[in-house]
């Protein structure tokens, strides 16, 4: 992973400690920096190793790997954006499905605004860092989707166990841009910087139409989902009413990115909810009321999810040691089946060893994530028998035997293929089910 050069570094350490010592001040001499050589380079590094797909334009990091291609492009950006010329092409909008059966609006830009939109954020980021809230863990440095999970299981046991877990609707689809840009402008006054934002929040969007062609609409209200700032905008929007309840409230607000949960150790009532719900119609956000719910985490077989984790109030196996039992959600351990499924299926041209090797990038992906936190190995087992039922199943597929038993020597090629585990264990040969 391509991470930012010592001097890029040091910039952003300034930056940081300039912002953070006068949180009063605003910055008003921005954009030259983000029109940098080193900037721009760093930007285009990082959003290579980044990858993701192509935008209207066609154009594929591929195409850019000779250092006469890539240092072209960075010279044009560069000339576009000191002269004023640079305009954003149009975001490619595809649409993701959701569990629900609905679908959500996912947004590409081109490489060249990408490139753009990250020599941005890493000037802008250290400037807004010191200021969010101490809770908020989405897209910021040095902090994870474990450590609000870890976060939220120390509140609980402090006894925060009044969880209001919420769900807003269409988040990054509906932040009102004059709203937004006015919360930039509090810290940066920059003309040009905002004019930039600008560009990036009304960049017209490419939507797909019946016919299978395209068309171009423009985008007067949001900020793409797949943008390279658009997590940095998500956290700058969302600040102001993490920070309201941070402080004139008794409760603790965990958030990432738009997910967050609110915890109180005495029940909401129809007021505080009420107040929850009117400080985000302020902010122009609206709650997605099916699936937004109280939960009381004092009684046994409660639960709610959050970032893919559940926590669930359970009993313990020794008497008063009742805990809150953390491990991966039952939706993500069907996306992860599903993952696993899409892979080793009976039609497929693959052979053993280039299974695996696709295999182990989703098993290790998924241990890295939910291997961290919690209770995942009753969770982990499970799922690593569902791996070994898959290849069974794949390999009775390609033969003429129809035993019920998997033979040692069928673990042996498993093992040399390089098959990773979820859960380490010792597996002999057993009876997989049909």
Known sequence: MANTSNKVREFQRKLYLRSKQE?????????DKICRFDILWDAFYLCKANKGAAGVDGVRFEDLNSIETSGKLI?????ELVEGRYRPLPVKRVQIPKDNGKTRNLGIPSIRDRIVQMACTLVLSPVFEPHFHCNSYGYRPKRSAQDAVICINGYLKQGYQQVYDADLSKFFDTIPHSRLLDKVRSKVTDRAVLRLIKLFLKAPISEPTAKGKSRIVGNPIGTPQGGVISPLLANIYLND?????????PCKIISYADDFVILSKTPFNSAQQDWIKNELEQEGLKLNEDKTHIVDMTQVGNEFDFLGFTFKYIVGFIQHTNYVKIYPSKKSQKKYKDKLRSIVKHRTSLTLDQLVERVNRVVRGWKNYFGKVGYPRQVFFKM???????????SRSRSQRRSLYLAQDAWNKLHKAGLVYLQP???KTAKVSR
């Open 425 to 427: 264990t010792k597996m």
């Open 23 to 31: 949180p009063d001040q605003a910055f008003y001499s921005l954009y």
């Open 241 to 249: 009413f993490c920070r309201k309840i941070a402080t004139k409230t």
């Open 384 to 394: 690593d028998w569902f791996l070994v039922a898959r290849f069974y199943r794949w």
């Open 75 to 79: 010279k044009t950006l560069r000339a």
